[in-house]
């Protein structure tokens, strides 16, 4: 009979996080709309937030409307929403 003996394998050095790496992806569900824009982590996370604000939409509702390749930005910004041009604008 054959005794197989594995081997542990070696430690790997731990890298250090680095603070201003840019954090990739975003929480959308768990995003605060209140945050100040200038903590935004990444680009999308600035958009998501100053939408939503600007247009009093949910995190989530600003991420559909960059879906299909901003297809509903888009529209939003040729047709206007139902209130107008005005929150677009502001957003602007």
Do not use: R
């Not at 003996?5 to 840019?22: C, F, G, Q, T, Y």
């Not at 935004?40 to 600035?46: D, G, Y």
């Not at 390749?69 to 209130?83: M, R």
């Amino acid at each position: 009979m054959e005794s197989f003996l594995v081997e542990p394998e070696p430690e790997k050095p731990s890298i250090p996080e680095d603070p201003l790496a840019e954090k990739i992806g975003v929480d959308i569900l768990g995003l605060e709309v209140t945050k100040d824009v200038n903590e935004s982590a990444n680009c999308i996370e600035f958009i998501l937030i100053t939408l939503s604000c600007a247009l009093s939409i949910k995190p989530n509702q600003a991420a559909g409307m960059l879906a299909k390749d901003n297809f509903y930005l888009h529209e939003a910004c040729v047709k206007g929403l139902k209130g107008g041009f005005d929150k677009l604008i502001s957003w602007y």
